[in-house]
């Protein structure tokens, strides 16, 4: 049954609807059918009507046509529990107060591309069954509190595809138990704060292409199915990134990627398992923890380079994982200097070679030294010349210990260079085969 605003029903009657408006009452719904589309940003009022004036807690169903087009709502929104049947555009529109759909219903597409939300945005619980853009569209302004997110998405369901391109995020953004079911695209977003992604599912192909986070991004308890593509193709990470509890067991693309700084002053995010978002004042910066999820997602990347036989890009997150190594067992410096200047921890047979040519070298001359009793004196004649290169050689070779340079006999000083030089040339063609043999096998 149809009421209008004279019928029999005692709550609806009293309700100031305009009369192109129809509203009817039925199990646990009220449904709204506004004739009128040139006249439907009155909607809200009847929505606030019902809900405030006449205490009426059904969910409301929307039948009419929602579309707006660069306008300019200085007053807040609130279309919470509500079904909407067609679909709903928001374009080029500017909301200067709060905006709630929270436990909404979206049947049809969804559009709020290039508007602008100047202060809260409320779609937790919100259900998207079509297409939904929010291309070029800005969220909340750099003075909004850090430590409680007021954009939110919190548990949104997206069941098609959701596309963020070049869309700015002023304020961190809540998207916690959030589903997105098929395409996530962010591409050329923009994150200005720090940003957690936790229990986000990614479910279909997400893209992060060219997205700037200017903070610690962090994704956290992620889930992915067997058809899940995460791509952060291009993008850059201004303070790095966590991925050590991603989750992330599908295809991931890392190609281009740029990390500015792979140990980020600013690290409370990462030291951290809280899901408060995100006040650098109210966290203690675990340091070692920091350590260990920083590390983890370089060996996440560098493993994602290696299965496709990219050596450069592998190479390269290798030496970010071991340089955060470094920090954690600054007992094992020393090691770790060897290994990433004999063969660049496995990555290079030719960084052998020349530390191999060095170290024996330097240990020549030591040798030199002490045999002659600190009486070197240089002579750059031929024979000189390549009677020295030939006791070089004499003194690399490890299986020798019968060398008698110019035919002098080395000294107990002499023995004790040539012992311990011999085992660094040792250590360098050691060092240089396994990495000579691991780029063969790339």
């Given at each position: 049954?149809?009421y209008e605003?004279?019928?029999?029903?005692?709550?609806?009657?009293?309700?100031?609807f305009?009369?192109?408006?129809?509203?009817?009452?039925?199990?646990d719904?009220?449904i709204?059918?506004?004739?009128?589309s040139?006249?439907?940003?009155?909607?809200?009022?009847?929505?606030?009507d019902?809900?405030l004036?006449?205490?009426i807690?059904k969910r409301?169903?929307?039948?009419?046509?929602l579309?707006f087009s660069?306008?300019?709502?200085t007053?807040e929104?609130?279309?919470?529990?509500?079904?909407?049947e067609?679909?709903?555009?928001?374009?080029?529109c500017v909301?200067?107060?709060?905006?709630?759909?929270?436990?909404?219903?979206f049947q049809?597409?969804t559009?709020?591309e290039k508007?602008k939300f100047?202060?809260?945005v409320?779609?937790?619980?919100?259900?998207f069954?079509e297409?939904?853009?929010?291309?070029?569209?800005?969220f909340?302004n750099?003075?909004?509190?850090?430590?409680?997110?007021?954009i939110s998405?919190?548990?949104?369901?997206?069941?098609r595809?959701v596309?963020f391109?070049?869309?700015?995020f002023?304020?961190?953004?809540?998207?916690e138990n959030t589903?997105?079911?098929d395409?996530?695209?962010?591409?050329l977003a923009?994150f200005?704060?720090?940003?957690?992604?936790w229990?986000?599912?990614f479910?279909?192909?997400t893209?992060?292409?060219?997205v700037e986070?200017?903070?610690?991004?962090?994704?956290l308890?992620?889930?992915?199915?067997?058809?899940?593509?995460?791509?952060?193709?291009?993008?850059?990470f201004?303070?790095s990134?966590d991925?050590?509890?991603?989750?992330?067991?599908?295809k991931l693309n890392f190609?281009n990627?740029k990390?500015?700084?792979?140990y980020?002053k600013?690290?409370?995010?990462?030291g951290?398992?809280?899901v408060?978002?995100l006040?650098e004042?109210?966290?203690?910066d675990?340091?070692?923890?920091?350590?260990?999820?920083?590390r983890?997602?370089y060996?996440?990347?560098?493993?994602?380079?290696?299965?496709e036989?990219?050596i450069?890009?592998s190479s390269k997150?290798?030496?970010?994982e071991?340089?955060i190594y470094e920090k954690e067992?600054?007992?094992?410096k020393?090691l770790?200097?060897?290994?990433?200047?004999s063969?660049?921890?496995?990555y290079s047979?030719?960084?052998?070679?020349?530390?191999t040519?060095t170290?024996?070298?330097?240990?020549?001359?030591?040798?030199?030294?002490?045999?002659?009793n600190?009486?070197l004196?240089?002579?750059?004649?031929?024979?000189s010349f390549?009677?020295?290169?030939r006791?070089?050689?004499e003194f690399m070779?490890?299986t020798?210990?019968?060398i008698k340079?110019?035919?002098?006999e080395?000294s107990?000083?002499?023995?004790?260079?040539?012992?311990?030089g011999?085992?660094?040339?040792?250590?360098?063609y050691?060092?240089?085969?396994q990495?000579?043999?691991?780029?063969g096998k790339?």
């Amino acid at each position: 049954m149809s009421y209008e605003l004279d019928i029999t029903n005692e709550k609806l009657k009293t309700g100031k609807f305009p009369d192109y408006t129809k509203a009817e009452e039925r199990d646990d719904e009220i449904i709204v059918s506004i004739s009128s589309s040139k006249k439907n940003d009155e909607i809200f009022e009847i929505i606030k009507d019902i809900r405030l004036n006449l205490k009426i807690d059904k969910r409301i169903v929307i039948q009419g046509n929602l579309q707006f087009s660069s306008e300019t709502f200085t007053f807040e929104i609130d279309c919470s529990n509500c079904i909407f049947e067609k679909e709903v555009v928001f374009q080029n529109c500017v909301f200067q107060k709060k905006i709630a759909f929270e436990g909404s219903i979206f049947q049809k597409d969804t559009n709020f591309e290039k508007s602008k939300f100047h202060e809260d945005v409320n779609f937790e619980n919100s259900t998207f069954h079509e297409d939904v853009n929010f291309k070029r569209t800005i969220f909340g302004n750099t003075s909004m509190p850090e430590n409680k997110s007021q954009i939110s998405f919190k548990e949104a369901f997206f069941e098609r595809k959701v596309r963020f391109h070049r869309a700015k995020f002023k304020t961190s953004i809540c998207f916690e138990n959030t589903v997105f079911n098929d395409l996530i695209d962010f591409y050329l977003a923009s994150f200005q704060k720090a940003q957690q992604f936790w229990l986000t599912d990614f479910l279909g192909v997400t893209i992060f292409s060219n997205v700037e986070f200017n903070d610690q991004v962090q994704f956290l308890y992620n889930k992915v199915s067997a058809n899940s593509i995460i791509s952060f193709e291009g993008a850059i990470f201004k303070k790095s990134l966590d991925l050590s509890r991603a989750n992330f067991w599908c295809k991931l693309n890392f190609w281009n990627i740029k990390i500015d700084n792979i140990y980020p002053k600013a690290r409370y995010l990462y030291g951290t398992d809280s899901v408060v978002l995100l006040n650098e004042n109210l966290f203690t910066d675990d340091e070692k923890n920091a350590q260990e999820r920083l590390r983890e997602t370089y060996r996440i990347i560098k493993n994602e380079f290696s299965k496709e036989s990219n050596i450069v890009e592998s190479s390269k997150y290798l030496q970010y994982e071991m340089s955060i190594y470094e920090k954690e067992k600054k007992q094992d410096k020393f090691l770790l200097f060897l290994n990433k200047y004999s063969n660049n921890f496995g990555y290079s047979w030719i960084r052998g070679i020349l530390f191999t040519i060095t170290i024996s070298l330097l240990f020549y001359l030591g040798f030199l030294y002490a045999i002659t009793n600190c009486n070197l004196c240089l002579d750059l004649s031929y024979v000189s010349f390549t009677q020295t290169i030939r006791y070089w050689l004499e003194f690399m070779n490890i299986t020798n210990w019968n060398i008698k340079p110019f035919g002098i006999e080395y000294s107990n000083e002499g023995y004790i260079i040539l012992f311990i030089g011999r085992l660094f040339i040792s250590y360098g063609y050691y060092q240089t085969i396994q990495a000579f043999r691991k780029y063969g096998k790339k």
